[in-house]
């Protein structure tokens, strides 16, 4: 199916649906300060998940219905017992499906959410044209996808930045693209998208936000070890590099000058 890559980096287990949901939140802030969907009626959200952004989706727009396409039947199953209130109530639909065909008619919905998807599959225009099918004229999407060419830290970390080198580079060869931030305004356009425009979602923390460093570098841990054991079983890392990140990692959260940047990128455009 074309919602999923050939792989998926980080694995379907229970610990890493749980990270999926402390993700969302986390993040909430900086993914949904410029996404409006005050004016939407239907909502296609393409590759749900868990349910993760589901959730946030439906408290900061109450007025919405979504509904939900993954291509995962566990994080449907998982999705729908964490959003089972909101289904009972006819707010959401869940559906196991492909991205790349999407069982819906054309123009079915005014307005679509993707988020941290793109990054996992190999067709993304494609995929774009069919959301564009399923939007009515002038519906809104709004896509946020990650950078990771922009990841920084300082003190110099140079396990960690090897590791993050073989994260990034299987996923390329699972068929995904790390990257994929930078390519929204030209991947929108060539799926026939209008109005295309990106924002960069930078997170950039030193002695200025001690606090908001220390729980980004706690979640970024988490992050880079949640594909520990895909890497070690391809032996794309070995035990002793994953060591030594830990390492330089719990080095940085105790240095009195860290400094952490990322950003991930956004983008909205119009059918």
């Known amino acids: 199916m074309e919602t999923k890559s050939q792989g998926y980096l980080h694995g379907y ?11 969302a939140r986390f993040l909430e802030t900086s993914v949904f300060e410029s996404i409006d969907f005050s004016k939407s009626k239907r909502l296609l959200e393409v590759a749900c998940g868990v349910g993760a952004q589901t959730e946030i989706l439906l408290k900061r727009f109450p007025h919405i219905k979504i509904d939900g396409i993954d291509a995962s039947q566990e994080q449907i199953h998982t999705a729908e017992k964490h959003l089972k209130n909101s289904i009972a109530k006819g707010r959401v639909n869940l559906k196991l499906g492909d991205a790349g065909h999407l069982p819906y008619q054309d123009h079915a919905f005014d307005s679509s959410f993707v988020c941290w998807f793109l990054e996992h ?26 950078l990771n060419a922009t990841f920084f830290l300082h003190p110099y970390s140079p396990a960690t930045l090897q590791y993050w080198f073989h994260f990034n580079d299987h996923q ?4 995904g693209d790390p990257f994929v931030g930078a390519k929204l305004g030209n991947y929108l356009t ?10 960069a ?13 220390q729980q980004m570098l ?19 890392v070995s035990e002793e590099l994953v060591n030594q990140m830990r390492e330089e990692l719990d080095l940085l959260k105790l240095a009195t000058d860290s400094i952490f940047f990322y950003a991930a990128m956004q983008a909205r455009a119009l059918a």
């Open 218 to 236: 706690d979640y970024w841990t988490q992050l880079l070890l949640s594909g520990t054991a895909q890497l070690l079983n391809s032996q794309k």
């Open 13 to 23: 287990t229970k610990e890493e649906q749980n990270r999926l949901y402390q993700q």
């Open 201 to 213: 979602k930078i997170h950039h923390f030193d002695n200025r936000q001690p606090e908001m460093r």
């Open 172 to 175: 390329w060869n699972l068929g």
């Open 121 to 146: 599959v190999n067709r993304p225009v494609e995929i774009l044209k069919e959301i564009r099918r399923v939007l009515e004229p002038r519906g809104i999407i709004y896509c946020t996808e990650v």
């Open 190 to 199: 060539d799926a026939g998208f209008n109005n295309v425009t990106t924002e």
